[in-house]
């Protein structure tokens, strides 16, 4: 108990950051009772229940349409010749695309001392984990044997076998268990504070002794939370590099292909500025309802939502020219077959998936230039819709436009998703909504102690408690 009151005194004092961070009125125990009391209340709210029923009636799909792959084989899918690789890997790179602003959040906006992230980054931080999980469904299902999914890993074994390390599958498992592992270790070593306050408020003895665990003897000493700083910071920097790497050699899928629409060099900067869009997209759609469910107003503010639709203007902005640059680039090559891709893209069998992609991904975001409509939260709230399914499109016009016509014209064919496709895409939906209901539920959605240093006149000492 000693140990308790011993506070960080040499660490260093956050920022003083302006009052519209934090609503009016709020003080270091109203921060702590308001957050906590979401997850220790007793009884569970009615709306909780319908939310979690959907998410959780939805992943049933996900569980019959994988049973039955199993039995039947990848070609309940629809992939075919020469549509090899079909929606599976449309929804792989749309779900690690998602991911990323999590990331982005936690560890670069914390390395620049960004103030405003201390609202949204916990649950960021946790939508990156929950769409790393849904995403990792395709790569080890679309291999056709599951059980043997180990092989792609470099293990020691009697028969002498090694990965092919040429192989782009090759780069995603070593890029995305990379990018699990450090951001689950980022997301739980910043939650072991909020576990010490939830333990130490539990009612309840049985979560008492599980928040115990989860807290690893926190007693807020001055040796935790220099330890505490040491380990966050470093995983910070250890997460920033992975921003830009994991949905670099996601790009490097289709870049090193010699297929037209996919050999480009502005992939990898083009991959990331969309992963990081249609990252703060899903933030937003997280944010918004949460805010107004629980009544967050006073935590997540419209600065937070403006700032979040700010990124999301330029990046999509990095994404418009993309865009530009692929229809210039092929144009400018003189390359017969480049040609045809992109004219394909826009008048051929596909061409209103094409158009939808520019009008959900260029168009309609660029409305945030008004600021009226910058800060209408319900407007906010359908952009984001908007430009989710905008980037969906997008990976579906790269990976299906790109291989349904390519250099001869006796092996073009048709592509669309069957019956077990959108079961399974709706079905990690359904994932990804039931973890974030259980984690709204059973953990803190803000960072409590982060939230607390942050109120105008707080004191550094007072800020660590």
């Known amino acids: 108990m000693a140990e308790s009151a011993d506070i960080a005194k040499d660490a260093t004092p956050p920022t003083a950051t302006p009052e519209y961070l934090v609503g009016p009125g709020h003080d270091f ?3 702590t009772e308001k957050i906590s009391s979401i997850v220790l209340q007793r009884k569970t709210p009615w709306g909780w229940f319908v939310g979690f029923a959907v998410g959780f009636a939805l992943l049933q799909g996900l569980l019959v349409a994988m049973a039955f792959l199993l039995f039947k084989g990848i070609g309940v899918w629809g992939v075919t010749i020469p549509i090899g690789w079909g929606m599976d890997i449309i929804n792989f ?3 690690i695309g998602i991911g990323h602003a999590g990331t982005l959040i936690s560890a670069i906006l914390l390395l620049l001392r960004q103030g405003w992230r201390t609202s949204i980054n916990r649950f960021a931080e946790a939508m990156t984990l929950f769409a790393v999980a849904c995403a990792s469904f395709y790569p080890v299902f ?3 044997r599951p059980w043997l999914a180990y092989w792609l890993f470099p293990y020691p074994n009697t028969m002498g076998l090694w990965p092919n390390f040429r192989s782009p599958l090759i780069w995603d498992v070593f890029a995305v268990s990379t990018y699990a592992t450090v951001s689950a270790m980022f997301w739980f070593v910043g939650l072991i504070p909020d576990f010490a306050t939830l333990r130490d408020r539990a009612r309840s003895k049985p979560w008492k002794i599980a928040y115990g665990i989860l807290a690893m003897g926190w007693r807020g000493s001055a040796r935790h939370w220099h330890n505490y700083d040491t380990a966050y910071l470093l995983l910070a920097g250890l997460a920033t590099p992975l921003v830009i790497s994991v949905h670099t050699v996601v790009s490097f899928d289709f870049a090193i292909g010699i297929i037209p629409g996919w050999h480009a060099t502005i992939f990898p900067p083009y991959f990331v500025a969309g992963a990081i869009y249609a990252g703060f997209a899903m933030v937003l759609t997280i944010a918004i309802p949460l805010r107004k469910f629980y009544g967050l107003e006073d ?3 419209m600065k937070h939502l403006e700032n979040m639709a700010k990124v999301m203007l330029a990046t999509g902005l990095i994404v418009a020219y993309g ?5 210039f680039m092929a144009w400018y090559s003189a390359n017969s077959y480049e040609r045809f891709m992109i004219w394909n893209r826009m008048t ?6 094409y158009w939808a ?3 959900c991904n260029v168009v309609a975001p660029n409305t945030l230039w008004i600021k009226n409509l910058r800060t209408s939260v319900p407007y906010l709230f359908v952009i984001s819709l908007v430009v989710s399914v905008g980037m969906w499109l997008e990976r579906f016009v790269i990976i299906v436009t790109s291989l349904h016509r390519d250099f001869l014209p006796s092996s073009w064919g048709m592509y669309s998703g069957t019956f077990f496709d959108w079961s399974a895409f709706i079905g990690t939906l359904g994932l990804f909504v039931t973890l974030l209901f259980l984690f709204v539920r059973f ?3 803000i960072s409590i102690f982060e939230m607390r240093t942050i109120l105008p006149g707080a004191e550094p000492q007072e800020g660590r408690r």
């Not at 865009?323 to 229809?327: L, S, V």
């Not at 051929?348 to 998936?353: L, V």
């Open 29 to 31: 125990a109203s921060v």
């Open 443 to 445: 953990l803190p959605a």
């Open 323 to 327: 865009y530009m640059m692929e229809a």
């Open 93 to 95: 790179v749309w779900w």
């Open 299 to 301: 935590f997540i503010t």
């Open 357 to 359: 992609l520019i009008l």
């Open 348 to 353: 051929g069998p596909y061409w209103k998936m």
């Open 142 to 144: 679309h291999t056709g």
